[in-house]
């Protein structure tokens, strides 16, 4: 089950995070999901990090615009989870996204969902459902993928 802690040291443009796995940094993003790639470009030009780390937790550093993903997180999806990591990696990059938008109250709310749909593969959404089952359900993620929340239909669409 993944855990973060949001920091808010202050910012150094050098900030690395403690134990990175460094093989599986130098390799990240590789066999991700081509939506999740692309968001980890954007991010990137944005200036974003992204490190794979010998952690328990992954963490979103906002000051410093870094984000590790546990290294536990690929063992997970190598035992019968696929798309595990493209979950976990979109979750991450969709807290980054809300930092960028000025959304400091976003945390697991209805405007961070609407990110994480957006970015992660259709197929890996089920994952959120065994983090934050109320508010992905409340903002139409199913085991099988999203489906429009009823509260999100416009009648100009029937
Ligand atoms: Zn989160």
């Known amino acids: 089950m993944p855990r973060e802690y949001f920091y808010s040291d202050t910012a150094a443009s050098n900030f690395t995070p403690n134990c990175i796995n460094n093989e599986l940094t130098v390799a990240f993003g590789m066999n991700l999901h081509p939506q999740v790639v692309a968001a980890i470009?954007?991010?990137n030009s944005k200036g974003w990090r992204f490190?794979?780390?010998t952690q328990n937790r992954g963490r979103a550093y906002y000051r410093h615009k870094v984000i590790t993903i546990p290294d536990w997180a690929y063992k997970r999806q190598a035992t019968g989870n696929p798309g595990y990591l493209d979950w976990y990696v979109s979750h991450e990059c969709a807290h980054a996204y809300r930092a960028e938008a000025n959304d400091w109250a976003a945390n697991h709310g209805d405007s961070f969902m609407e990110e994480l749909v957006r970015i992660c593969p259709d197929s890996s959404l089920k994952y959120e459902l065994n983090y934050k089952p109320r508010n992905a359900i409340r903002n139409g993620?199913?085991?099988d993928?999203?489906?429009i929340?009823?509260?999100k239909i416009r009648?100009?669409?029937l």
Request: aromatic share 12%; hydrophobic share 45%; net charge negative.
């Open 41 to 43: 470009n954007e991010l």
């Open 149 to 151: 929340p009823q509260h």
């Open 155 to 157: 009648l100009e669409d």
């Open 141 to 143: 993620i199913t085991a």
């Open 51 to 53: 490190f794979v780390v």
């Open 145 to 147: 993928g999203y489906v």
